[in-house]
């Protein structure tokens, strides 16, 4: 470890504040995304400047590979996701609190039906966040350990600070590294587990390029009569009647190209992805969220839910290409008459939600 400011060179101390503030990249199927802390804005404005010299570089990498292979780079450009607003701040704290409440109607007569009045569970809660919504799902007298894991230090650290007990722990711990499972191991032999009797993974897949290495990487650590429960977003089931104007199936449309939004049809490729990777007793426990008529609180709730962070995501991106200026231009402009057309009382809304539960392979 390095104390910055024995740094005595100005430039070398940016340089070296610049990598610290560069949490992690991901690689998505449009795109390149770098998440970057943006607390000191002469920081966060110079990694800005040093993503323009990386997508160049990136341009000219793709045209060689077009041209002199018979190979194509499907992401087009690489975008920066700030690490203290998406994560962190208190809109998106917000967001998450109405979608736990508003999920929860759909969620909890799974976790019931799972748990079958049995005691002295483990669970595993895989991509945590900050823990209070796996605290808030799983806060009953059926566990005897609950393990939360994220790959953000910070929102462990959060967790660890307010909501550990005899029951819950969290640790820092990134499914996707290369030394994941030796991670995980050494941490249930700190807790005294050999497997669990529930893996659960909320939101996760459709944010990461291989899902298929995170339901490999679990699958070993599933108990024998143990279950997955995956739950994913599926805008291919997602509908609003009326939509006479097209406004919430443009609104679907340019969600799709989000690429913080992730990979939004993720929940109807998961019986496929779940069945490749070994998973057995694959069942489809829901689809979608509804709402209708009168039911002004749940229509708040869906409309905040999944749309209230697309001009945000839109107000950042356009900012780096020009490719979404469009899209943001049609959100600021139909964004209040969609929340008043969703929200109405004539109105029908199916957010496609998809909740799997499955077993994995007995393991020799």
Same mark, same amino acid.
């Given at each position: 470890?390095?104390?910055?400011?024995?740094?005595?060179?100005?430039?070398?101390?940016?340089?070296?504040?610049?990598?610290?503030?560069?949490?992690?990249?991901?690689?998505? #199927?449009?795109?390149?995304?770098?998440?970057?802390?943006?607390?000191?804005?002469?920081?966060?404005?110079?990694?800005?400047?040093?993503?323009?010299?990386?997508?160049?570089?990136?341009?000219?990498?793709?045209?060689?590979?077009? #041209?002199?292979?018979?190979?194509?780079?499907?992401?087009?450009?690489?975008?920066?996701?700030?690490?203290?607003?998406?994560?962190?701040?208190?809109?998106?704290?917000?967001?998450?609190?109405? %979608?736990?409440?508003?999920?929860?109607?759909?969620?909890?007569?799974? !976790? %019931?039906?799972?748990?079958?009045?049995? +005691?002295?569970?483990?669970?595993?809660?895989?991509?945590?966040?900050?823990?209070?919504? $796996?605290?808030?799902?799983? @806060?009953?007298?059926?566990?005897?350990?609950?393990?939360?894991?994220?790959?953000?230090?910070?929102?462990?650290?959060?967790? &660890?600070?307010?909501?550990?007990?005899?029951?819950?722990?969290?640790?820092?711990?990134?499914?996707?590294?290369?030394?994941?499972?030796?991670?995980?191991? &050494?941490?249930?032999?700190?807790?005294?587990?050999?497997?669990?009797?529930?893996?659960?993974? @909320?939101?996760?897949?459709?944010? $990461?390029?291989?899902?298929?290495?995170?339901?490999?990487?679990?699958?070993?650590?599933?108990?024998?009569?143990?279950?997955?429960?995956?739950?994913?977003?599926?805008?291919?089931? @997602?509908?609003?009647?009326?939509?006479? #104007?097209?406004?919430?199936?443009?609104?679907?449309?340019?969600?799709?190209?989000?690429?913080?939004?992730?990979?939004?049809?993720?929940?109807?490729? /998961?019986?496929?992805?779940?069945?490749?990777?070994?998973? $057995?007793?694959?069942?489809?426990?829901?689809?979608?969220?509804?709402?209708?008529? @009168?039911?002004?609180?749940?229509?708040?709730?869906?409309?905040?839910?999944?749309?209230?962070?697309?001009?945000?995501?839109? /107000?950042?991106?356009?900012?780096?290409?020009?490719? !979404? &200026?469009?899209?943001? #231009?049609?959100?600021?402009?139909?964004?209040?008459?969609?929340?008043?057309?969703?929200?109405?009382?004539? +109105?029908?809304?199916?957010?496609?939600?998809?909740?799997?539960?499955?077993?994995?392979?007995?393991?020799?």
């Amino acid at each position: 470890m390095y104390d910055v400011e024995m740094i005595d060179n100005e430039y070398s101390r940016l340089e070296f504040k610049k990598h610290q503030a560069i949490r992690q990249l991901s690689i998505n #199927e449009d795109s390149l995304i770098m998440i970057a802390d943006r607390s000191d804005e002469s920081v966060y404005q110079s990694i800005l400047d040093l993503k323009e010299k990386l997508n160049q570089t990136f341009q000219e990498c793709k045209k060689v590979v077009r #041209e002199r292979t018979p190979y194509r780079i499907t992401q087009r450009d690489i975008l920066i996701q700030p690490y203290n607003s998406f994560f962190l701040e208190e809109a998106e704290v917000k967001r998450l609190a109405i %979608q736990g409440r508003l999920l929860s109607e759909y969620e909890q007569p799974v !976790y %019931q039906k799972i748990m079958n009045e049995r +005691s002295g569970l483990t669970l595993l809660d895989v991509g945590c966040n900050n823990g209070w919504k $796996t605290k808030m799902r799983f @806060s009953n007298e059926n566990f005897k350990k609950i393990i939360g894991i994220d790959c953000l230090r910070p929102l462990i650290e959060q967790a &660890q600070k307010e909501l550990e007990d005899n029951v819950f722990s969290f640790y820092t711990c990134n499914v996707m590294d290369t030394d994941f499972t030796e991670n995980l191991r &050494q941490i249930m032999r700190q807790e005294n587990l050999d497997t669990f009797d529930i893996i659960h993974c @909320s939101f996760l897949l459709m944010h $990461t390029e291989r899902p298929d290495d995170i339901l490999k990487n679990l699958r070993p650590f599933l108990a024998r009569d143990g279950k997955l429960i995956v739950i994913e977003a599926d805008d291919m089931e @997602s509908c609003m009647f009326p939509d006479s #104007e097209g406004l919430f199936q443009k609104f679907l449309e340019i969600l799709l190209n989000d690429p913080y939004a992730g990979k939004r049809t993720m929940g109807a490729e /998961l019986p496929q992805l779940l069945s490749d990777n070994g998973y $057995t007793d694959i069942h489809c426990e829901c689809s979608k969220v509804y709402s209708s008529g @009168s039911e002004k609180e749940k229509k708040e709730q869906i409309f905040e839910t999944f749309c209230s962070y697309l001009p945000e995501d839109l /107000l950042l991106l356009r900012k780096q290409s020009k490719l !979404y &200026q469009r899209d943001w #231009e049609w959100v600021n402009q139909n964004f209040n008459k969609l929340h008043k057309q969703m929200t109405n009382d004539e +109105s029908t809304i199916s957010m496609g939600i998809k909740i799997y539960t499955c077993g994995g392979e007995t393991y020799a």
